[in-house]
């Protein structure tokens, strides 16, 4: 498969068959595209590979090893380079864990101001409930750390622009989370957008629906805040910061644009716990050039999963489920076309002297499915690993801090339209 990728040079692994690893992750027609030279991000996994000398270790501690803090420091043990040099949390047991995937003892702390403090530590990994992302990334830049911040950006506007402009003003690495950056079906379809296939985009719809309390059992009272700060408006924005996050930033980064307003609705219509953060979302943006995001997110049924659909008049691409349905697509060979008028002859037809009238339903066609990634990295191990090797070599990535500042801004927006019942229009850039 690698033959197939003729003019890259991706060395984030120093060791070869780490090499063609991401070479595969990258197959399908985007590693040798010119596609690559217009994502600034993969410049980092561009570079010459680590060598074995000290000043080539990235020292990283990690703020916050729980469900998704273990997740980056699998990724990160399995990263040339890294050096897992501590761990934060004020959780014990979740330190705990952190460290017996380690294997070997490492600096704990309970207070990341002091890990911080630990002047051999070159880059933090944050992964703690929204309201701290803003506090520890500014610490974190502060104490002149490198950053790789979980999304969404922050809990305010105010904490996203003060956290961008941080970023933008250190001399050091930030990245946000947003793995589909570098997820490969999801590249394949940014290529297909730019080679014309969906004409423009007219409109992008996505969802995401589960049928769920979101709510994970706490061995103790005092511990629901810590366990469940989803559930609270204090700690989170809910299902927009901390799924639509996501959607958005597809949006913002395929449409090359932020919004320019939003309306929506949301309420609690039925998961009436305790929580304060809505549990259904719906909500509408308005980009540039009359194109709308329509977003809704519900907590009650999950029949439709999730899903981000971009649509134009040639065709649509579904990034989730990784496919793409042209418009127009060739005929079926003739014995499936007579299988399918048998099967749907009572909706399809148009039958002789009859009202001219076929209804819009579905389309069921089954579409060209995307390349996948063949180990099903979503993106957020080569995007650690784009991070490390911009730490080793001293980049900063600016594309990065519009990259979570939109998509942290436009979660935001949802919010503030919901809670306050009004048009909220974009609040301008952090630099402004
Ligand atoms: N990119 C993705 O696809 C993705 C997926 C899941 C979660 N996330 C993000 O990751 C972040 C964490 O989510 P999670 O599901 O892992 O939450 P979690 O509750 O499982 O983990 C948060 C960890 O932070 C610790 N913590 C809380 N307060 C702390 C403090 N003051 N100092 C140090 N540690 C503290 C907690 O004890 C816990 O271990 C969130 O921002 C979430 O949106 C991203």
């Known amino acids: 498969m690698t033959d197939e990728i003729p003019d890259i040079d991706l060395a984030v692994h120093g060791r070869t068959e780490h090499r063609r690893e991401v070479l595969k992750k990258l197959a399908g027609g985007i590693a040798g595209s010119a596609l690559l030279g217009t994502l600034p991000w993969f410049a980092p996994l561009q570079a010459a590979p680590a060598g074995g000398a000290p000043s080539d270790r990235v020292r990283v501690g990690i703020i916050g090893p729980g469900s998704r803090g273990q997740f980056l420091l699998e990724h990160l043990l399995h990263t040339p380079a890294v050096e897992i040099a501590a761990l934060c949390d004020v959780y014990q047991p979740h330190l705990d864990d952190g460290q017996r995937a380690i294997g070997k003892p490492v600096a704990q702390y309970k207070d990341y101001r002091r890990l911080l403090e630990d002047t051999s530590i070159?880059?933090?990994?944050i992964a703690t409930p929204l309201y701290l992302h803003a506090p520890m990334c500014l610490a974190a830049f502060d104490a002149g750390k490198s950053v790789y911040c979980e999304k969404s950006l922050a809990l305010t506007i105010d904490d996203c622009k003060a956290v961008a402009r941080a970023a933008a003003n250190s001399t050091k690495t930030f990245q946000i989370g947003h793995q589909r950056l570098f997820h490969r079906s999801t590249l394949y379809a940014l290529k297909q957008v730019m080679a014309g296939d969906l004409g423009p985009i007219t409109q992008i719809r996505a969802y995401w629906h589960r049928n769920t309390a979101w709510r994970r059992?706490?061995?103790?009272?005092?511990?629901?805040?810590?366990?469940n700060w989803r559930l609270y408006r204090k700690y989170s924005a809910g299902l927009m910061t901390e799924l639509a996050s996501h959607h958005l930033h597809v949006?913002?980064?395929?449409?090359?644009?932020?919004?320019?307003?939003?309306?929506?609705?949301?309420?609690?219509?039925?998961?009436?716990?305790?929580?304060?953060?809505?549990?259904?979302?719906?909500?509408?943006?308005?980009?540039?050039?009359?194109?709308?995001?329509?977003?809704?997110?519900?907590?009650?049924?999950?029949?439709?999963?999730?899903?981000?659909?971009?649509?134009?008049?040639?065709?649509?691409?579904?990034?989730?489920?990784?496919?793409?349905?042209s418009e127009n697509p060739p005929p079926a060979p003739g014995i499936v076309q007579l299988i399918n008028q048998i099967e749907k002859g009572t909706l399809e037809a148009v039958p002789i002297g009859g009202p001219s009238w076929v209804p819009d339903l579905k389309k069921d066609t089954k579409g060209t499915p995307l390349p996948e990634d063949p180990d099903r990295d979503d993106g957020t191990g080569l995007s650690l690993a784009a991070f490390v090797n911009a730490v080793r070599l001293g980049r900063r990535a600016p594309y990065m801090i519009d990259h979570a500042y939109r998509s942290g801004v436009a979660a935001l927006m949802g919010v503030m339209a919901m809670e306050e019942q009004r048009e909220v229009q974009w609040p301008g850039n952090y630099s402004a």
């Open 122 to 125: 070159d880059a933090v990994v």
């Open 251 to 325: 949006a913002n980064w395929f449409l090359d644009a932020h919004p320019l307003a939003c309306v929506g609705y949301g309420s609690i219509n039925y998961w009436k716990d305790g929580r304060d953060v809505f549990d259904n979302v719906n909500v509408i943006y308005k980009y540039p050039k009359g194109v709308s995001f329509v977003y809704d997110s519900l907590s009650s049924n999950r029949f439709y999963g999730l899903e981000v659909q971009l649509l134009g008049p040639k065709g649509t691409l579904e990034l989730e489920t990784a496919k793409y349905y």
């Open 217 to 227: 059992p706490v061995p103790s009272a005092d511990l629901e805040a810590l366990f």
